[in-house]
């Protein structure tokens, strides 16, 4: 009787069996430092690595950047140049316990002359405590660290783990960088890619900078292409999607754009503040958020150079809340052009930061006596309210007196640019102060 034949394993089904060919990143993936694209601040002739590896003077490192730029592989080429021993942990999958066996083998292949490279992934996903663990065996040599992150260190690591190590950036791939990669992997495949050149433009497009992601979009090409097929744009779009913009609400690319809408409206460039604006609500933030930030660009950056700024960026919120979304959010673009279009003065916004120290400085100072109330018998006694001028009784509806604390004295807070409608108070302040000199209280 045959032997019934064994069925394969969902694992195998999947194609993932031993034999199973390697995903096209990891056949691709550099064999030494030479290799590695797009880094070249750190791998150049002249750059940070080059220099540590010539003389010999590797530290411990924490190499920050976005997915798919080649943190993992320099460090394991690192290792490999220098003949220490690579180690690589995930801080995502490891606690205390798996630290303490990685440190306990460091020190064994310590007493063996064996140096240790341990590569920390998602570093800053360790906690404070996990991170102080990490300081004693950097200091005796048992390790060098390479953590990898893809947040800002200066705000997701402890401060004693970066004094004891290097911050090394590491950018997006240029599309240069990924037409590099691109052309490797036709070399590897044997095979051209099946898109015109529009198309490969946008894949690169696509790739938003990550090599790893290139790739994989390289190699679902080549699965959908028909023999002798060449996908134009549209295609292309069709076969792969389009990838989701690297963005994350919490972190740095939201402070990112948001800071470069804020700085193009305040360098009153609409068609710039509208590229970052369109960027934020294409990645799904919330646009109420964004309303927020554009009525504080009103009251911070254009004051009262504009005083209907505030009125129409508080309109837009309001138009949003009513219309929701799609319509509400062209109400906000409609105040982001008008805030990046309207002339700019931060006058007001510096005047009360003035104020608020001298405030927080000069302490409990009790106003001068004629402008204080006086409700009380004993309190006119005291000569609180005596010998206040009313305003409306006075020539041009102004009396000149002084209002400031007598122990403090006149303060100047306010100065008004030669800008939009702050022109017209600029006038009417210095018409002022003439008329506060000239009556004696200035």
Known sequence: ????????????????????????????????????????????????????????????????????????????????????????????????????????????????????????????????????????????????????????????????????????????????????????????????????????????????????????????????????????????QEIVQRRAPIYDKSQDGHYNLISALHKSVRGSDPDAALYYLCRMFDAGEDPLYIARRVVRMAVEDIGLADPQALVITNAAKEAYDFLGSPEGELAIAQAVIYVATAPKSNAAYAAYGAAMRVAKQAGSLLPPKHVLNAPTKLMQAEGYGRGYAYDHDQEDAFSGQDYFPEALGRQTFYDPPERGFEREIRKRLDYWAKARRERGSG
């Not at 440190?103 to 140096?115: P, Q």
Request: charged share 25%; proline share 4%.
């Open 1 to 236: 009787m045959a032997a019934k034949p064994r069925s394969a394993t969902l694992f195998e089904a999947a194609g993932l069996g031993s034999d199973a060919p390697r995903p096209l990143a990891d056949r691709l993936r550099p064999s030494k430092l030479s290799e590695v694209v797009g880094q070249d601040h750190l791998l150049g002739p002249d750059g940070v690595l080059t220099r540590m590896l010539e003389t010999r003077s590797l530290g411990s490192l924490v190499f920050w950047g976005p997915p798919g730029t080649g943190k993992t592989t320099v460090a394991r080429l690192l290792a490999q140049e220098t003949d220490l021993h690579y180690e690589q942990i995930s801080a995502v999958f490891s606690g205390v316990a798996d630290l303490k066996k990685v440190f306990d083998a460091a020190r064994a292949r310590r007493e063996t002359g064996k140096g240790t490279l341990l590569f920390v992934d998602e570093v800053h996903r360790f906690n404070r405590a996990q991170q102080d663990s990490f300081l004693p065996v950097m200091e005796d040599g048992t390790v060098v660290l390479v953590g990898a992150t893809t947040e800002n260190p200066s705000f997701e690591l402890n401060a004693a783990l970066l004094s004891r190590a290097r911050v090394l950036v590491f950018k997006s791939l240029d599309a240069e960088a990924v037409g590099k990669l691109l052309t490797r992997a036709e070399e590897v495949e044997g095979r051209a890619l099946p898109l015109d050149d529009e198309a490969r433009a946008a894949l690169i497009r696509m790739a938003d900078g990550d090599g790893r992601a290139s790739l994989t979009l390289a190699e679902e090409v080549w699965r959908s292409a028909r023999k002798g097929e060449i996908f134009d744009q549209a295609a292309l």
